[in-house]
C-alpha cells in the first residue's frame, strides 16, 4: 500500500498535491452530521458511542473530500474522565460543576494512567475507524487529537469558556504554583492519553492550544509551551515516526522563541503565514491557515486559497482553516475550498 500523503505530507515528503482538512470538520454545519447527533440524544452521548462517532468522523470524507479524517471527540473529555463531572448545555457550551479553586480540588481528581485508562470508548472509537479507514483502501489518515495543558487548565479553572480568563490569571499571578501542579498532572495524563490512542490506531496527533493568546507572551513557555514541548517529547522518544502537529492560537509574537521536536506547526488565521514561513518553515512544515469566516463566500475562499498557495508553494505545506469551521457554512462552501487547494496543487 502507497504511504498515506497526508502523513508524507507533515514529515516533509514530497506529494503529488498539497493535502487538506479543516478544523471542525465533523460538525454541525453538516445536516448529516445533525442527525446522528439527534439519534445520540446529546454531544456527549455522541462521543461515548464509537460506532456513532466513527460514523461522523467519515463523513467529511465523503462529503466534502478532505485528505484526513480527524477522530470525533472532544478536548473535554479529559478532565471529564479526571472527575470533573462536564455537561454541555444547549446555547451555553461546556460547564464543569465543581471549578478546580485549590490544592485539596486537586488532590481529588484521578489521574496519570488511571485517568487516561478511563477513556476507552475513545480508543474504541479509533479501532473501529482503523478498521473502516483501512477497508476503504483510499490510505485516508487518522488524526487523533488533544487539547494543550494550558487551554484544559482554562475549563478546568473557570468551569466554563470564558472571554476574560480572570479565574485562571488570578491564579497565575497570585498562585503560579497551584497552576503549575494543574498543569503538570493534565500533562501526565495527556501522555498516557495520546500514548493510547496511537496504539489504538491513529497516524497524527495534534495538539490543540486554542487559548495560547490569553497567556502575555514572556510567560507563554512557562505557562503553556514547554508542557506542549514535554507531551511531543514523551511522544517522540517511544514513536518517532507518528507526526505531531502543535496549534498555538494567536501567538505571532512567539514565533521567534518556538522549540520542540514535533513536524508540523499550524498557522491561525490572524498569524500571517509569511511570517510563518520566514520564522518556522525551514524547520516545520506549516499547517493553514485561511480565515474561516471566508467561507461563507466561494469567491474570498478561492482568493485566500490562491494566495496561501503564493507564499507556501507545493512543498512543505498542508491546507487547512486558521480555526474551526462555523455551524452555518454552506456545505458547498467547504467542497468549494477543498477543491480549490486541490486545483492550485495540482491534484489530477
Ligand atoms: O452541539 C454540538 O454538536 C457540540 C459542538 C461540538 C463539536 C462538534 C463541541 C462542543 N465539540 C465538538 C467536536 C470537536 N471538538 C472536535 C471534533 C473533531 C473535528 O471535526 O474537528 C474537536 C477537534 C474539538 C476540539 C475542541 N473542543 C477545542 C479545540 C479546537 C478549537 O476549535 O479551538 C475546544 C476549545 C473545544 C471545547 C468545546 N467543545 C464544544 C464547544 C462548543 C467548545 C468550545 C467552547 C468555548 O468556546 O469555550
Not at 502523513?7 to 453538516?30: F, N, S
Not at 473501529?128 to 483502501?137: F, I, K, V
Not at 503560579?176 to 493510547?196: A, D
Request: include cysteine; hydrophobic fraction near 40%.
Amino acid at each position: 500500500m502507497a504511504n498515506k500523503i497526508f502523513v508524507d505530507a507533515c514529515l516533509g515528503k514530497e506529494t503529488p498535491y498539497t493535502p487538506v482538512w479543516m478544523m471542525r470538520q465533523a460538525g454541525r454545519y453538516l445536516p448529516e452530521y445533525k442527525l446522528v447527533r439527534a439519534e445520540a440524544g446529546n454531544f456527549l452521548n455522541l462521543c461515548h458511542d464509537p460506532k456513532k462517532a466513527a460514523e461522523v468522523t467519515i463523513q467529511p470524507l465523503d462529503i466534502v473530500g478532505v485528505d484526513a479524517a480527524i477522530l470525533f471527540s472532544d478536548i473535554l473529555v479529559i478532565p471529564d474522565e479526571m472527575g470533573m463531572d462536564l455537561g454541555f448545555f444547549t446555547g451555553e457550551g461546556p460547564k464543569f460543576s465543581d471549578p478546580l479553586k485549590s490544592q485539596a480540588d486537586l488532590d481529588r481528581l484521578t489521574k496519570g494512567k488511571e485517568a487516561a485508562s478511563k477513556l476507552t470508548y475513545v480508543y474504541d472509537t479509533i479501532k473501529l475507524l482503523r478498521t473502516q479507514l483501512d477497508e476503504r483502501g483510499d490510505n485516508i489518515a487518522l488524526i487523533g487529537f488533544t487539547g494543550a495543558p494550558w487551554t484544559l487548565a482554562t475549563y478546568m479553572i473557570e468551569g466554563q469558556g470564558t472571554k476574560t480568563y480572570n479565574i485562571c490569571k488570578k491564579m497565575m499571578y497570585s498562585n503560579p504554583e497551584l497552576l503549575h501542579n494543574i498543569l503538570h498532572e493534565v500533562t501526565q495524563v495527556v501522555k498516557y492519553y495520546m500514548e493510547k490512542q496511537i496504539e489504538s490506531g491513529i497516524d497524527v496527533v495534534q495538539i490543540f492550544d486554542s487559548w495560547a493568546a490569553a497567556i502575555e507572551i514572556d510567560m507563554y513557555d512557562e505557562f503553556s509551551w514547554k508542557y506542549m514541548v514535554e507531551i511531543a517529547d514523551y511522544l517522540k522518544s517511544k514513536y518517532p515516526n507518528v507526526p505531531i502537529i502543535m496549534f498555538p492560537k494567536g501567538i505571532p509574537a512567539f514565533y521567534d522563541k518556538v522549540y520542540g521536536n514535533f513536524d508540523v506547526f499550524g498557522v491561525d488565521w490572524a498569524s500571517p503565514m509569511a511570517l510563518a514561513k520566514e520564522k518556522l518553515g525551514d524547520k516545520y512544515v506549516l499547517q493553514g491557515n485561511m480565515e474561516p469566516c471566508r467561507l461563507y463566500s466561494q469567491e474570498m475562499t478561492t482568493a485566500s486559497v490562491e494566495n496561501i498557495h503564493k507564499v507556501m508553494g507545493a512543498k512543505r505545506h498542508i491546507f487547512n482553516l486558521g480555526h474551526g469551521i462555523l455551524p452555518d457554512v454552506p456545505v458547498e462552501n467547504a467542497k468549494h475550498f477543498v477543491s480549490e487547494c486541490h486545483r492550485v496543487s495540482g491534484k489530477k
